[in-house]
């Protein structure tokens, strides 16, 4: 009786689990609005990205060969700064 009971745990665990991953993978890789071929380029993309205090953060995207410094904060999106991709950061006049 316990040797049955073991002999199923055995088997349907690794199932289960194997299950599991199974479909976190499939739904990582079909995720909607993704192409089902494979990663496709994107026309923004996050640099870096670091906290400032508990809602606020400030980010450098890349969009259209420039690098926009943004302070995001949980009511509005500000532009910093603004550069070329692989130029410094010109600050605009008013700050």
């Known amino acids: 009786m316990i040797f049955e009971y073991v002999l199923k745990l055995l088997i349907l665990v690794p199932l289960v689990a194997a299950l ?28 870096d990205a670091i906290p400032m205090g508990a809602t606020g953060r400030i980010a450098v995207i890349e969009f259209a060969n420039k690098q926009i410094l943004v302070s995001i904060s949980r009511g509005k999106i500000e532009k910093l700064a603004e550069a070329p991709a692989d130029g410094l950061f010109v600050l605009p006049d008013e700050i």
């Open 20 to 47: 599991a991953y199974g479909s976190l993978w499939l739904w990582r890789r079909m995720q909607p609005g993704m192409a089902i071929g494979g990663n496709r380029q994107r026309a923004i993309k996050v640099v």
